[in-house]
T-cell receptor, first 111, second 113 residues
Framework: QKEVEQNSGPLSVPEGAIASLNCTYS??????FFWYRQYSGKSPELIMF????GDKEDGRFTAQLNKASQYVSLLIRDSQPSDSATYLC???????????FGQGTTLQVKP | DAGVIQSPRHEVTEMGQEVTLRCKPI?????LFWYRQTMMRGLELLIY????????DSGMPEDRFSAKMPNASFSTLKIQPSEPRDSAVYFC???????????FGPGTRLTVT
């Protein structure tokens, strides 16, 4: 079992819709969770972080964390073509303190 | 702040040659990470330093890879000898010690022919 798992996609949504990106992790001791966006040919860019159970909103982005289910998600409201990218979920391992990345989900927002 | 700086941005070399990648972390960030990204394997952590000391190098693929951090503002990743399977994008990242937010450099695209 991979430490951080994401569906590779591609996830295709129409412009203006809500995109829902999901991530599960195996280390129950993990405390810090991050979402990165990576455009093709560019470096990962931090867009959200969440430490506590529940929802955290920042503009069109909402991160959701459920530690009991070991599940973290990212919702993008009013999706735009410029949101088309690969979204990487990352978790700080409670065992090692290392930031572990998932394989990423490719999002395509179609005009 | 200029962010994490990496050089070179692109490197093309022949198999067997030595390759040195360089990184300057964000000032004040006390942890530095080297990653490798390929389509097949995704983003892999190679090694990370905390306060210039290597903490975990379990991701370094083999002895051909070595990394150093002689001071808080500079790190190198060396591959000697290089092989075609080392072709990838190599990212350096540093971490804000207060928030654990990690910031990536622009990457070095390495091609070994």
């Amino acid at each position: 079992q991979k430490e951080v798992e994401q569906n590779s996609g591609p996830l295709s949504v129409p412009e203006g819709a809500i995109a829902s990106l999901n991530c599960t992790y195996s280390d129950r001791g993990s405390q810090s969770f991050f979402w990165y966006r990576q455009y093709s040919g560019k470096s990962p860019e931090l867009i959200m972080f969440i430490y506590s159970n529940g929802d955290k909103e920042d503009g069109r982005f909402t991160a959701q964390l459920n530690k009991a289910s070991q599940y973290v998600s990212l919702l993008i409201r009013d999706s735009q073509p410029s949101d088309s990218a690969t979204y990487l979920c990352a978790v700080i391992s409670g065992n090692t303190g290392k930031l572990i990345f998932g394989q990423g989900t490719t999002l395509q927002v179609k005009p | 702040d200029a962010g994490v700086i990496q050089s070179p941005r692109h490197e093309v070399t022949e198999m067997g040659q030595e390759v040195t990648l360089r990184c300057k972390p964000i000032s004040g960030h006390n942890s530095l990470f080297w990653y490798r990204q390929t389509m097949m394997r995704g983003l892999e952590l190679l090694i990370y330093f905390n306060n210039n000391v290597p903490i975990d190098d379990s991701g370094m693929p083999e002895d051909r890879f070595s990394a150093k951090m002689p001071n808080a503002s500079f790190s190198t990743l060396k591959i000697q000898p290089s092989e075609p399977r080392d072709s990838a994008v190599y990212f350096c990242a540093s971490i804000n010690p207060l928030t654990y937010e990690q910031y990536f450099g622009p990457g070095t695209r390495l091609t070994v022919t």
